[in-house]
C-alpha cells in the first residue's frame, strides 16, 4: 500500500516538475521571440536613422531616400519600399514575394520570426502600379508593426494621423485615409487587386463601410492603398485602413 501511495507521490512530481520546465521553456523560447523582434525594430530605426544622418550630411532628402533605398535592396531583393504614418509608429519597409504566407514569419532580412515583415500582397506588383495596392502587417502591439491600425477605430486618433507615405523605388506617393472598416476576415474577401473593373466604384464602396464618416477627398480616384492588419473583437477579425493617392512625385 505505501509502496503504491510512493509511486502515486512519484508520479505527481514527476508531472509537476515537467510542467514547470515546459512553462519555463516557453517564457525563454518567447523571451527570445522579443529579444529577436525587438532586434530587429531597432536595426529598421537604425536605417532610418542613417536616412536623417545622410540629409545632415548635406544629401537631398530625394537623395537621402534613394540611398536608403539602395542599401535596403542590398539587404533583401523583395524590399519594395517603406510605408510611414506620421505621428504614429508605423515607418518600415515592406516586402514582396509570391504569395502571402512568406513574410508572416520572416523579418525584413528573410529570417525566420515569429513576427514577420510588413508585406504587399502578391497579386500586386513591386512598380506599384494597380489601382489597388494591399499591405499585409502583424498587430503586434500598439507600438509596432500595423499595430497602431487598431486605434483608428477612434474617430480622434485620424485627425493628424490621415496621411500615409509611401516611397518606392523611383517616386514617393501620399494616400489620404477616407475609410477604417473592422470585418470578420472569414465573410470579406479584399478584391484581387489587380482585376478591379471601376476604381470608383471602389472607392464608394469602402467609404459607405467606413466606421464613421471621414470628409471626401476632393481629388480623382486614381489608385486606392489599403493597410491590413488583425483586430481583436471578431475570433478572425480584421482592420482595413483604405487610402485614397493625392500626390506623388519622382524620386529620381
Same mark, same amino acid.
Not at 52 to 81: C, P, T, W
Given at each position: 500500500?505505501?509502496?503504491?501511495?510512493?509511486?502515486?507521490?512519484?508520479?505527481?512530481? $514527476?508531472?509537476?516538475?515537467?510542467?514547470?520546465?515546459? @512553462? $519555463?521553456?516557453?517564457?525563454?523560447?518567447?523571451?527570445?521571440?522579443?529579444?529577436?523582434?525587438? *532586434?530587429?525594430?531597432? &536595426?529598421?530605426?537604425?536605417?532610418?536613422?542613417?536616412?536623417?544622418?545622410?540629409?545632415?550630411?548635406?544629401?537631398?532628402?530625394?537623395?537621402?531616400?534613394?540611398?536608403?533605398?539602395?542599401?535596403?535592396?542590398?539587404?533583401?531583393?523583395?524590399?519594395?519600399?517603406?510605408?510611414?504614418? *506620421?505621428?504614429?509608429?508605423?515607418?518600415?519597409?515592406?516586402?514582396?514575394?509570391?504569395?502571402?504566407?512568406?513574410?508572416?514569419?520572416?523579418?525584413?532580412?528573410?529570417?525566420?520570426?515569429?513576427? @514577420? +515583415?510588413?508585406?504587399?500582397?502578391? /497579386?500586386?506588383? +513591386?512598380?506599384?502600379? &494597380?489601382?489597388?495596392?494591399?499591405?499585409? @502587417?502583424? +498587430?503586434?502591439?500598439?507600438?509596432?508593426?500595423?499595430?497602431?491600425?487598431?486605434?483608428?477605430?477612434?474617430?480622434?486618433?485620424?485627425?493628424? /494621423?490621415?496621411?500615409?507615405?509611401?516611397?518606392?523605388?523611383? /517616386?514617393?506617393? &501620399?494616400?489620404?485615409?477616407?475609410?477604417?472598416?473592422?470585418?470578420?476576415?472569414?465573410?470579406?474577401?479584399?478584391?484581387?487587386?489587380? /482585376?478591379?473593373?471601376?476604381?470608383?466604384?471602389?472607392?464608394?464602396?469602402?467609404?459607405?463601410?467606413?466606421?464613421?464618416?471621414?470628409?471626401?477627398?476632393?481629388?480623382?480616384?486614381?489608385?486606392?492603398?489599403?493597410?491590413?492588419?488583425?483586430?481583436?473583437?471578431?475570433?478572425?477579425?480584421?482592420?482595413?485602413?483604405?487610402?485614397?493617392?493625392?500626390?506623388?512625385?519622382?524620386?529620381?
Amino acid at each position: 500500500m505505501k509502496k503504491t501511495r510512493k509511486r502515486k507521490i512519484n508520479v505527481y512530481f $514527476v508531472l509537476g516538475l515537467l510542467l514547470v520546465l515546459f @512553462g $519555463v521553456l516557453n517564457l525563454i523560447r518567447y523571451g527570445y521571440t522579443e529579444y529577436r523582434f525587438y *532586434k530587429s525594430l531597432n &536595426e529598421i530605426a537604425q536605417v532610418h536613422n542613417e536616412l536623417k544622418v545622410s540629409e545632415e550630411s548635406g544629401l537631398s532628402r530625394n537623395e537621402a531616400l534613394i540611398k536608403r533605398n539602395e542599401d535596403m535592396e542590398v539587404i533583401n531583393l523583395d524590399y519594395v519600399g517603406w510605408v510611414s504614418i *506620421k505621428y504614429t509608429n508605423i515607418d518600415f519597409p515592406f516586402m514582396i514575394t509570391d504569395d502571402n504566407e512568406y513574410y508572416l514569419n520572416h523579418n525584413y532580412k528573410r529570417e525566420k520570426h515569429a513576427f @514577420g +515583415s510588413i508585406y504587399m500582397d502578391y /497579386r500586386n506588383t +513591386s512598380k506599384f502600379t &494597380e489601382e489597388h495596392i494591399i499591405l499585409y @502587417g502583424h +498587430s503586434v502591439n500598439t507600438k509596432a508593426m500595423f499595430g497602431p491600425l487598431d486605434r483608428y477605430k477612434d474617430e480622434d486618433y485620424l485627425a493628424d /494621423r490621415n496621411i500615409i507615405e509611401i516611397v518606392t523605388s523611383d /517616386r514617393i506617393l &501620399e494616400y489620404q485615409i477616407f475609410s477604417i472598416q473592422v470585418v470578420d476576415a472569414d465573410v470579406i474577401i479584399l478584391d484581387n487587386p489587380s /482585376r478591379i473593373n471601376d476604381i470608383n466604384e471602389l472607392y464608394t464602396q469602402f467609404k459607405a463601410e467606413s466606421l464613421y464618416d471621414i470628409e471626401d477627398v476632393s481629388t480623382e480616384v486614381k489608385q486606392i492603398i489599403t493597410l491590413v492588419s488583425c483586430e481583436y473583437s471578431y475570433e478572425n477579425g480584421r482592420i482595413l485602413v483604405h487610402a485614397l493617392l493625392i500626390n506623388e512625385q519622382n524620386l529620381k
